[in-house]
């Protein structure tokens, strides 16, 4: 994370996509500060401070995964969101928890390596560059005498030419020119490993050794420069990086900045406290393999051990069958913090619709202005919207914010599918286009069910 990311600034960001819910925004906020504090702290406390792990418990369509969505851009840090019900208890067909920390560890990997790969493009480019000069104009092998001396000899001839080559090269003039280039084909085995948890990573390092043994073939195929350039580019970077500083890195990055967001934490637990029967067997299952890598444990990963203790976990679950004291105890005392999400009201959709970078309006004019047409709401119509879904919300089901979008696209159904045959250049919705549009499907309550 940027050191001068303040908690508040942090905020002021996650502000323009995410409206409300300053108590998580702030929780999360100072989260993401201690990981920055940490790293600064000196002496052996270092090694004791433990991140504070976050549960944020609100109905759906609130915010929870919107804001691991932004946080993921805040955060240069390895990233991960994950849903609780993908996974399944050791011993049952499925993934196992670990896999969360082999996932990722490839993402760090992948993380360091394009910022390596930065790094050194100005000279892979030249490189790369040199190669396709080579292509071009390929340089002759010196057969003549060094001691001859004539003014203009064939050296130098070529020597200029290759010049002119790399400038019209540099300008762009030669981009659209095909040439054949020789690259590396890639021809592994095709490899799938069944069988139980952990299973899958076997079957990477398999497929790691048996591409190592097999040579790796060229093929010679055409391209333009620039399609040549890019392959080259790429090759070029490829060697003038080190792997294994760069894994090293990477795995210290998971261990001491790592970030795993674990959404729908909720579907885990343990319907009214029953267990040992149905599904909830698997549930707690999973709770109790999660529970030591939140602790803290050793992972295996094809990169090596990653020690999980300070890695930042952040929950997220509606709990609308069950409630967070279902989880099992000492899962629970693993999140220390617990944030509740608050309801969104008429007020709180007015501004969804409106504010954010991607605010739903936005999103609608921008589609429109593709075929030329001018998109505009006015006030009275997004408050009419707004207040739409808020009833519709209380008749049927609360999904939140999401009703704006069912509601929205009902709204301009017709509109987006008559624009492209019609002339229509400018169209304004207004408080009475909403009425006439949405009234009768609110009215019938059995319609509304399916439409809304």
Known sequence: MKSELTPREIVKELDAYIIGQTKAKKAVAIALRNRWRRQHVEGAI??????????LIGPTGVGKTEIARRLSNLARAPFLKVEASKFTEVGYVGRDVESIIRDLTNISVNLVKSERIEEVNEQAVKMANARILDILLPPRENKRNRDETAADSPDDQLQRTREKFREMLQAGTLDNRVIEITVQKVGMPVMQVFGPAGMEEMGLNLTEMLGSAFPKKKKVQKATVVEARKIFIEEEAEKLIDMD???QEAVRRVEELGIVFVDEIDKIASSHG???????????????????IV????V????GVVKTDHILFIAAGAFHMTKPSD???ELQGRFPIRVEMDSLGKEEFIKILTNPRNALIKQYAALLKTEGVE????????AEIAQIAVEVNDKIENIGARRLHTILTTLLEDLLFTVPDSAIKEVKITKKVVEEKLTEIIRDRDLSRYIL
């Open 295 to 298: 602790e803290g444990s050793n």
């Open 274 to 292: 029953e267990s040992g029967h149905g599904p909830d067997v698997s549930r707690e299952g999973v709770q109790r393999d999660i529970l030591p």
């Open 375 to 382: 998109l505009s709401i006015d006030e009275e119509a997004v």
């Open 46 to 55: 270092k090694e004791e401070i433990m991140p504070n792990n976050i549960i």
């Open 327 to 329: 989880l099992i105890p």
């Open 300 to 303: 295996q990963t094809k990169f």
């Open 245 to 247: 500083r760069i894994i």
